[in-house]
């Protein structure tokens, strides 16, 4: 496994930046392997698949997980509140970073992962070829 790191600074969306870099730096199987930093905007999609929580308020993000390739990413992010209550969900785009993010990416050689419509779910998801 080849790793990456990054830093994201203040004002830069979460999201568009990790598929930019997976795209720029030609990742075909990623993994995000830690994510620590802030946020202060953003949307998350809920378990019901549809609902949306937005906020506007400072919060920690406390992980990240998810895939990543060159035809799309699936994100989830946990997210702690000034109280420390935590709360989760699919990564939208429009995450503000806060501070900073610091973030460190795994690259699986030999595999590439792709993204395609399944009906049975309703989205498009992974497929994975050796």
């Known amino acids: 496994m080849d790793t990456y790191t990054l830093r994201l600074t203040k004002h830069m969306d979460l999201k568009e930046k990790l598929v930019e870099f997976t795209k ?3 990742i075909n199987a990623g993994l ?4 620590v930093g ?6 998350i999609r809920l378990a019901d698949g549809i609902s949306t929580k ?3 308020e400072n919060l920690e993000i406390l992980s990240l997980s998810g895939t990543l390739s060159k ?3 699936h994100l989830h992010i946990s997210l702690s509140d000034k109280d420390g209550l935590v709360f989760g969900g699919h990564l939208m785009d429009g995450c ?3 501070t900073t993010a610091e973030i460190v990416i795994g690259s699986l050689g030999g595999t590439i992962f792709s993204r395609k419509f399944d009906s ?3 989205y498009k ?6």
């Open 38 to 43: 802030c946020i202060y905007k953003g949307t």
């Open 96 to 98: 503000l970073i806060n």
């Open 125 to 130: 998801e992974l497929f994975i070829e050796k």
């Open 24 to 26: 720029k730096n030609n």
């Open 54 to 56: 937005n906020f506007n």
């Open 32 to 35: 995000i392997l830690t994510c």
């Open 71 to 73: 035809d799309g990413v």
């Open 120 to 122: 049975s779910t309703g």
